[in-house]
């Protein structure tokens, strides 16, 4: 071979090389690019997922600070409002005793009907705003209920709704926060009479629960509007309301009081119509005396 086609050879060589490494090149450049390009891409995100985050930090010392605020306003308010639900109460005696003006006496029953109610919004802001701390006692479930059926009894007439109520006899001394049990009664009752703006049933039972008899099971059974299925993952989520004038803390607070009682709240809807509460309880805690004391 001349040696000018052996240069040419070399030559055609060195091309061929320096072509492999310029691809080569090429595609370690692209990569590169979209590696630089993912990076940035994930250095704005955790820009964002930073300034998400801060604002959220900004969001809850905000609302704490609110809360704290609403806690105070609604303490203060607790004091006036139960004079004025004394003084309603003896105006309402004294007006059945005196006059025996059946309109009268009735106006002073939505009064007190009216104070009640505030009297319950208040205690749901103040158990909302801090860690329900359950102080347990030997409590008669059944005169828990009674009571509650009592205070009702005015909203069920006012709303033709029928009362059912079966309470296993055994279950006298149950151990539990009253209040707060009371409270969580109250929030379920409440809804259930929301739920039925045109009349219906509402069962409360409380018996052993069958699966668990170590627990209590308290349902309420009512024939409303039941939940819709998209709502169900949602209704004890703080604030998640469907009503015009809720505050969607309702089942939020039961939960948590359920949950401090070492229990569980349940819900389901019932075939047909209407939704099922079930809380179950457990009958006896240990350390109990320990809790209490604390
Ligand atoms: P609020 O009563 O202020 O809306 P809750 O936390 O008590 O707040 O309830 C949240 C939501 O759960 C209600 O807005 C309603 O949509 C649904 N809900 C609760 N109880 C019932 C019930 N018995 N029947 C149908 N829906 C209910």
Same mark, same amino acid.
């Given at each position: 071979?001349?040696? &000018?086609?052996?240069?040419?050879?070399?030559?055609?060589?060195?091309? &061929?090389?320096?072509?492999?490494?310029?691809?080569? +090149?090429?595609?370690?450049?692209?990569?590169?690019?979209? =590696?630089?390009?993912?990076? &940035?891409?994930?250095?704005?995100?955790?820009?964002?997922? &930073?300034?998400?985050?801060?604002?959220?930090?900004?969001?809850? !010392?905000?609302?704490?600070?609110?809360?704290?605020?609403?806690?105070?306003?609604? !303490? #203060?308010?607790?004091?006036?409002?139960?004079?004025?639900?004394?003084?309603?109460?003896?105006?309402?005696?004294?007006?059945?005793?005196?006059?025996? $003006?059946? =309109?009268?006496?009735?106006?002073?029953?939505?009064?007190?009907? %009216?104070?009640?109610?505030? $009297?319950?919004?208040?205690?749901?802001?103040?158990?909302?705003?801090?860690?329900?701390?359950?102080?347990?006692?030997?409590?008669?479930?059944? %005169?828990?209920?009674?009571?509650?059926?009592?205070?009702?009894?005015?909203?069920?007439?006012?709303?033709?709704?029928?009362?059912?109520?079966?309470?296993?006899?055994?279950?006298?001394?149950?151990?539990? $926060? #009253?209040?707060?049990?009371?409270?969580? +009664?109250?929030?379920?009752? +409440?809804?259930?009479?929301?739920?039925?703006?045109?009349?219906?049933?509402?069962?409360?039972?409380?018996?052993?629960? !069958?699966?668990?008899?170590?627990?209590?099971?308290?349902?309420?059974?009512?024939?409303?509007?039941?939940?819709?299925?998209?709502?169900?993952?949602?209704?004890?989520?703080?604030?998640?309301?469907?009503?015009?004038?809720?505050?969607?803390?309702?089942?939020?607070?039961?939960?948590?009081?359920?949950?401090?009682?070492?229990?569980?709240?349940?819900?389901?809807?019932?075939?047909?119509?209407?939704?099922?509460?079930?809380?179950?309880?457990?009958?006896?805690?240990?350390?109990?005396?320990?809790?209490?004391?604390?």
């Amino acid at each position: 071979m001349s040696e &000018k086609k052996t240069q040419v050879k070399m030559l055609e060589e060195a091309f &061929k090389q320096f072509n492999a490494t310029s691809s080569e +090149l090429e595609k370690s450049y692209h990569l590169l690019k979209t =590696e630089v390009r993912r990076l &940035k891409k994930e250095l704005r995100k955790s820009k964002r997922e &930073k300034e998400a985050l801060r604002e959220q930090a900004e969001r809850n !010392h905000r609302l704490a600070a609110v809360g704290e605020m609403a806690a105070r306003t609604a !303490h #203060e308010l607790r004091n006036p409002l139960g004079s004025i639900e004394l003084f309603t109460s003896l105006l309402q005696k004294e007006i059945s005793k005196t006059s025996n $003006d059946p =309109e009268k006496t009735a106006w002073a029953g939505h009064l007190l009907s %009216a104070v009640k109610s505030m $009297d319950h919004s208040i205690t749901n802001l103040l158990l909302f705003t801090r860690k329900p701390r359950p102080v347990f006692k030997e409590t008669n479930l059944r %005169a828990l209920i009674s009571d509650l059926l009592g205070f009702a009894a005015q909203l069920f007439k006012q709303h033709r709704i029928e009362v059912f109520h079966k309470i296993d006899r055994r279950l006298e001394n149950i151990s539990c $926060d #009253e209040d707060l049990l009371r409270q969580v +009664l109250l929030n379920l009752i +409440l809804n259930a009479i929301d739920a039925m703006p045109g009349g219906g049933a509402l069962k409360i039972s409380a018996h052993t629960a !069958h699966d668990t008899p170590e627990e209590i099971v308290i349902s309420l059974s009512d024939t409303g509007s039941g939940i819709a299925e998209t709502a169900l993952p949602q209704i004890f989520d703080p604030f998640f309301t469907t009503k015009n004038t809720g505050s969607g803390l309702g089942l939020s607070i039961a939960q948590n009081a359920v949950t401090a009682h070492q229990g569980r709240i349940q819900v389901e809807n019932r075939n047909g119509c209407g939704a099922i509460f079930s809380i179950y309880l457990p009958k006896h805690r240990e350390g109990q005396h320990a809790q209490q004391t604390q």
